[in-house]
């Protein structure tokens, strides 16, 4: 299943922008202003970065 950090910053409550932020410094890859469409792993990276 793919996530965006738009999909992701409603269940986490936290900002997209933040979600991104996060995301840059393991993929340095990815084009500024691309869209960002996360795997599985890739959002549960970020749901356990961010969740209480």
Known sequence: MIS???????????????????LRAPCPEHAHGARWELDDEQATVVRARFSD
């Not at 950090?5 to 409603?10: H, I, Y």
């Open 4 to 22: 965006t950090p738009r999909e992701l910053e409603v269940e986490l409550d936290v900002s997209a922008k933040t979600i991104r932020a996060c």
